[in-house]
């Protein structure tokens, strides 16, 4: 039996509506930025979609009233024929003739507002997806592992690339039907004061009722998004080809198809009471509205039959509360749809206004080039952790030195790494490269510094060569530099045998993808990270762990070769590349407890000494 995942969170109970004008006002919030992003995106567009919508906007008033204009000449010329006297059909044709005129220019408003619509909806999504991304490459590695922040980005990407053109689309149709409901409220205006008010009130109470449900699916949106990210998890585990080996072996399809399942159940309940209330309401006030159309209708057939107004009057009476109606309540509709939109919209700002922190620093060079790296008691914790990452850490490595990092896992060593690349800043302490604070250096200058594998290293979809050219953007179409970085990575001799050599495509998603075993990924790793020919810090983070024992030491002997006066630091559970250090530093729980070349461990006869014994005996 599968364990249905636990939805802890529910919907506040509390949330936006349109109960004061603040809020009223509030729905127009992000209006103004939508229609400052549609002009920027294009401005012709623009242009074209507000005069089509004035045009729509006009002229139905103008077919109600000529329309009227026919019904009157064609009953006066049929009582001038019932009386003997001479017909005049001219007038009705020229009426019929000015209507189909002014429904040719309807016509082409409409298509000219489907056309932008289709155009823009491209444009728009575009410039938001760019937009959302940008940002992303703006923000701090913290950002992106803080999960609260997560579910910030996935709502914006999920929602929020289409939210500015239905907002656009909504502001647009808001001044067309303003102008309809203008235009006509003045035609209805020569029958009655009252009529204006009826026209406009009927559809208040449908209004109302979709604001308030537009509201509570927001926040059933906004609530849903952990659940909604572990869904699009799950099917990432069952689906995708670096999963499915584990998936298939361990049988955990069942499993997480359970749990996607009944994620699925859990929030079909809360859509499925939702749009009960919805529609059931909307229902509801959807007859009080018609209820109001028709009392007018009544009104105007008594008016017509007392002979107050003629038979075309009461023709076209009726078609401006039909047409008007509808306006008025395609008006409300598009003010809670804007509210609606503004909601979702508020996801995306409130993603684009996250506050990085700029990096201040300047500095290309520092004062001493011989005093290397040097760590002045940091400390490092994890935003929102009580328990510290790395304390007290202090060590110097000079050039032409190299350091190991040895502990078990999750006592800092990759911690110390994203300090030194900058990717996490110290909570205490600071951090030297020739004896200058990285605080101080520009970032493009430091991070071209550093070559680093990490033990997660990407694996791009791309060609063999763009692989490796990855490790340095100014590079990266540089086939002699591919071939360069290749050779220094141990990487050529297989990258030869390939059928397309460097232009080989990797991994599966693409048509004729080839994909490498471990041991090969990781020298097109090594490779990448040789790329950057002009970086005196290398960083290989368990860079060989799926070589063999062998091929690990035949690479770590030609690092050391070509080394030269560059810093090295290597974290590896494999005690023979450790011993090839310079020094050795052993953490525990983010604390140094030893350092020293492995001679003087080995004589501590501590940690390190106990863990080298120990592997070198699995070798015996």
Not at 589 to 602: A, P
Request: contains cysteine; glycine residues 8%.
């Amino acid at each position: 039996m599968t364990a249905k995942p636990r939805i802890s969170r529910e919907p506040a109970a509390h949330g936006e509506s349109l109960n004061s004008p603040r809020q009223f006002f509030g729905v127009f919030k992000y209006s103004k930025r939508a229609l400052e992003l549609l002009w920027t995106t294009s401005r012709p567009l623009s242009l074209l979609l507000g005069f089509c919508t004035i045009l729509a906007g006009l002229l139905p008033s103008g077919v109600a009233y000529v329309g009227a204009r026919i019904v009157d000449s064609v009953y006066w010329a049929t009582r001038a024929l019932a009386n003997n006297q001479q017909m005049d059909i001219m007038p009705t044709v020229w009426w019929v003739v000015a209507e189909a005129a002014i429904l040719v220019v309807i016509t082409a408003a409409h298509r000219g507002i489907t056309f932008c619509q289709a155009l823009l909806k491209a444009k728009l999504a575009h410039r938001v997806n760019v937009l959302i991304l940008e940002k992303a490459l703006t923000l701090d590695l913290t950002h992106f592992e803080d999960s609260e922040f997560y579910d910030k980005l996935t709502r914006a990407r999920r929602e929020a690339s289409v939210r500015p053109l239905s907002l656009v689309m909504r502001t647009s149709g808001l001044f067309q039907n303003a102008l309809q409901i203008s235009s006509f409220a003045v035609l209805l205006a020569g029958f009655s004061p009252w009529a204006v008010i009826i026209l406009i009130f009927g559809g208040l109470p449908a209004f109302f009722a979709e604001t308030k449900f537009s509201g509570d699916a927001f926040r059933l949106f906004k609530w849903r998004a952990p659940e909604t990210r572990m869904q699009t998890y799950l099917e990432t585990a069952i689906a995708r080809e670096d999963h499915v080996k584990e998936v298939k072996l361990f049988d955990l399809g069942n499993l997480f198809l359970g749990r996607y399942r009944a994620i699925y159940e859990g929030l079909y309940e809360k859509d499925r009471n939702l749009t009960m209330r919805r529609e059931g309401y909307g229902l509801l006030f959807t007859l009080v509205s018609i209820a109001a159309l028709y009392a007018a209708y009544a009104w105007c057939a008594i008016e017509a039959a007392r002979g107050l107004i003629s038979i075309g009057n009461m023709t076209m009476y009726i078609m401006l509360f039909r047409q008007g109606q509808a306006a008025v309540t395609a008006s409300l509709g598009n003010i809670g749809g804007m509210y609606e939109d503004n909601l979702y919209l508020s996801t995306l700002y409130e993603y684009l206004e996250v506050e990085v922190e700029q990096s201040k620093g300047t500095a290309v060079s520092g004062p001493d080039a011989e005093a290397g790296l040097q760590f002045e008691d940091v400390e490092f914790r994890y935003p929102g952790s009580s328990q510290v990452a790395v304390t007290g850490v202090n060590l110097q490595i000079k050039r032409g030195q190299s350091l190991a990092l040895v502990g078990e896992n999750g006592s800092g060593k990759t911690t110390l790494i994203k300090l030194l690349t900058r990717l996490y800043k110290p909570t205490h302490g600071r951090i030297l490269l020739d004896g200058r604070d990285l605080d101080e250096w520009d970032e493009t200058v430091l991070r071209r510094r550093i070559g680093v594998i990490f033990q997660d290293f990407v694996r791009y979809q791309l060609r063999v060569g763009e692989n490796i050219g990855a490790g340095d953007v100014r590079a990266f179409e540089d086939r002699e530099r591919w071939v360069e970085a290749a050779r220094q990575g141990k990487a050529e001799p297989f990258i030869d045998d390939m059928p397309n050599k460097y232009d080989t495509q990797l991994g599966k998603w693409f048509q004729e993808g080839r994909e490498l075993s471990g041991g090969q990924w990781q020298k097109i790793a090594l490779s990448r990270a040789f790329m950057r020919n002009d970086a005196d810090i290398l960083v290989l983070d368990e860079p060989t762990a799926a070589m063999d024992a062998a091929a690990e030491a035949e690479v770590f002997e030609h690092f050391r070769s070509l080394m030269g006066r560059r810093i090295a630091i290597v974290i590896s559970h494999r005690f023979s590349t450790v011993r090839m250090a310079d020094q050795i530093i052993v953490l525990e729980q983010g604390h140094i407890i030893e350092r020293g070349g492995h001679d003087s461990l080995m004589k501590e006869d501590g940690v390190y000494a106990k863990l080298f014994t120990l592997q070198a005996r699995g070798y015996r």
